[in-house]
């Protein structure tokens, strides 16, 4: 269990009426304007998967996903970590062509998160996947796309603030970029989460690139799947959350694996046994689009537009007694 943190003298905007409706006014809206910025179409997605296809999200192959079993089906299913395979797959079946892509409403049970004022066991994010050419695969196509996603956002909360004119949230829209082992250069006596939060104080809006690999102190900066980013070409975008004075993720991204970077990544993870996988025979053998993609977490977003400091005043989930405890105590209304 997780620490909840009260900041001094919180308290919210908006009432407990105000924030749901501004909470579907952000997620109507987000999810138009990253269509348009994206050139994507809305899908209707899974909530679970068959194990055996190998389309859920490993995560940092630790956490233990939530299995059932479907009876009349005479099989079992497995709750989503995320999307970060299926949307890939999906792009191959639904005929999808270069430079367009698709988005859907993700919805996820992560069973072994750590509780605090971010981080909840459901996970609801906007998960979204493009096709792109073999050229498009640099860092360049990278950072163009990671400012395409702030803008949206940062228009996105202009547009929020119009309707609930108590909201004081203020985002940069310039945004910093830096490779993962710049960041351990800059700050070597810091952890990783450390120079987050000293990068993204000084900055504001920050693009972390190259998470994955170890860097030269022999660490990673973070844990990352081996077979859906590039770990050569990937990223997170950081906002500074001004009511808890940190670092706040709002999106993990990158452009994918190919057939090279995927063979070179299970030998590094050691996860050679995923190589007979349906979903990795088929990218090892060149069959699935190049793409780029990512989540682009909601409540996290609702967080950031409306200025709250617990995730659960945004989403419906469960918490320990002492969280809630904590929180009514300080006012903070958990849905």
């Known amino acids: 269990m997780g620490t909840v943190i009260i900041p001094k003298d919180y308290h919210s905007c908006l009432s407990r009426y105000e924030t749901q409706e501004a909470i579907g006014a952000i997620k109507n809206l987000m999810q138009k304007k990253l269509c348009m910025a994206l050139k994507l179409k809305r899908v209707t997605a899974p909530l679970f998967v068959d194990p055996a296809m190998g389309l859920n999200d490993d995560l940092n192959g630790v956490e233990r996903p939530v299995n059932f079993d479907i009876p009349d089906a005479g099989t079992t299913a497995q709750v989503v970590h995320s999307l970060a395979k299926w949307k890939r797959m ?77 909201l004081n949230t203020e985002l940069c829209r310039d945004v910093a970029f830096i490779t993962s082992q710049e960041l351990e250069d800059l700050y070597p006596s810091l952890t990783p989460k450390e ?5 993204t104080k000084e900055h504001k ?25 590039d770990w050569k070409l990937n990223c997170d975008i950081l906002f500074w959350h001004e009511p808890l004075q940190c670092a706040l993720e709002i999106s993990s991204m990158g452009i994918r694996v190919d057939e090279k970077s995927l063979d070179e990544q299970l030998k590094k993870a050691g996860c050679d046994e995923r190589r007979n996988l349906p979903f990795h025979k088929m990218l090892l053998n060149g069959e699935l689009p190049l793409t780029i993609g990512g989540g682009i977490g909601q409540s996290r977003i609702c967080m950031l537009f409306l200025g709250k400091v617990h995730v659960g005043e945004v989403q419906a989930s469960i918490w320990d007694e002492e969280t809630l405890t904590a929180c009514k105590k300080a006012g903070i209304e958990i849905l």
């Not at 906007?126 to 803008?151: A, F, H, P, S």
């Not at 120079?195 to 990068?199: L, M, T």
């Not at 190259?210 to 077979?227: C, F, N, T, W, Y």
Request: hydrophobic residues 35%; aromatic residues 10%; glycine residues 6%.
């Open 90 to 166: 999906a792009l191959y079946h639904y005929d999808f062509h270069v430079g367009k892509g698709l988005l859907t409403d993700m919805n996820a049970i992560r069973r072994d998160e750590e509780l605090d004022n971010l981080h909840s066991i459901y996970v609801d994010q906007w998960d979204w996947e493009k096709i792109i050419t073999r050229e498009d695969r640099t860092l360049d196509y990278l950072k163009n796309t990671v400012q395409r996603i702030v803008g949206t956002i940062c228009n996105a909360l202009d547009e929020i603030k119009y309707q609930y004119e108590d």
């Open 195 to 199: 120079r987050e939060q000293a990068y």
């Open 205 to 229: 809006t920050v693009c972390i690139m190259q998470i994955g690999d170890v860097l030269a102190s022999g660490e990673k900066h973070d844990g990352r799947a081996p077979d859906y980013d």
